[in-house]
Nanobody, 116 residues
Framework: QVQFVESGGGLVQPGGSLRLSCVVS????????MGWYRQVPGKQRELVAM???????NYAESVKGRFTISRDNAKNTVFLQMDSLKPDDTAVYYC??????????WGQGTQVTVSS
């Protein structure tokens, strides 16, 4: 049974930073490209960043230059370093494979709130 456990969110002022972590269990982590997604109430979940098995990355235009995705295959963990945060980054952040192979296994997510 695949599980995604996200952590690291919180309340931060505009311009601040947060580092999110997602530990994956129940599957062979290093076989998959991974993604960080976010969702705000009333909107669809959107892809924020993705990283391939080999470490190549891609970002949504809205976060390019501010967010950095990375992975540690030995620890089955994917990270999202978020710098220069803006109020528009406020959302619940989730991880999953990219593309999403485990649509029934979304975790609880971690809330990120950017506010002064």
């Amino acid at each position: 049974q695949v599980q995604f456990v996200e952590s690291g969110g919180g309340l931060v002022q505009p311009g601040g930073s947060l580092r999110l972590s997602c530990v994956v269990s129940g599957t062979i982590f290093d076989l998959y490209a991974m993604g960080w997604y976010r969702q705000v109430p009333g909107k669809q979940r959107e892809l924020v960043a993705m990283i391939t098995k080999g470490g190549n990355t891609n970002y949504a235009e809205s976060v390019k230059g501010r967010f950095t995705i990375s992975r540690d295959n030995a620890k089955n963990t994917v990270f999202l370093q978020m710098d220069s945060l803006k109020p528009d980054d406020t959302a619940v952040y989730y991880c999953n494979t990219h593309p999403v192979y485990y649509s029934d296994a979304w975790g609880q997510g971690t809330q990120v709130t950017v506010s002064s």
